[in-house]
């Protein structure tokens, strides 16, 4: 049984940092692909960054694109997702998700495996 748990969500004012983890048990990390979402009130889940299963593709939303880094560190079988330069319409909850194929992709549905979420707020 694999469960996924991310933790590091907080408040911050626009231009701030904020670095979000997710630990992966049941199963090595490098066995997924690894993705982040975020979604907020009333607005559908939107695809952020995923880290490829061989490590080979790393993929971001445009919109985070140059701010956010996705890493993976397999000795602590966790995902990490490092927040630059902040926006407020970056707030929202994050989840991370673990796919079974080796590229994930930017669609929810190929995510088996998901997070409780954590709440990232950006205010003026």
């Known amino acids: 049984q694999v469960q996924l748990v991310e933790s590091g969500g907080g408040s911050v004012q626009a231009g701030g940092s904020l670095r979000l983890s997710c630990v992966v048990s049941g199963r090595a990390v490098s066995s997924y692909a690894m993705g982040w979402f975020r979604q907020a009130p009333g607005k559908e889940r939107e695809f952020v960054g995923v880290?490829?299963?061989?490590?080979?593709?790393?993929d971001y939303a445009d919109s985070v694109k140059g701010r956010f880094t996705v890493s993976r560190d397999n000795a602590k079988n966790t995902v990490s997702l490092q927040m630059n330069s902040l926006k407020p319409e970056d707030t929202a909850v994050y989840y991370c998700?673990?796919?079974?194929?080796?590229?994930?992709?930017?669609?929810?549905?190929?995510?088996?495996?998901w997070g409780q979420g954590t709440q990232v707020t950006v205010s003026s």
């Open positions: 880290f490829s299963r061989s490590g080979t593709l790393i």
């Open positions: 998700a673990a796919s079974q194929t080796p590229f994930g992709g930017r669609r929810s549905s190929t995510y088996a495996y």
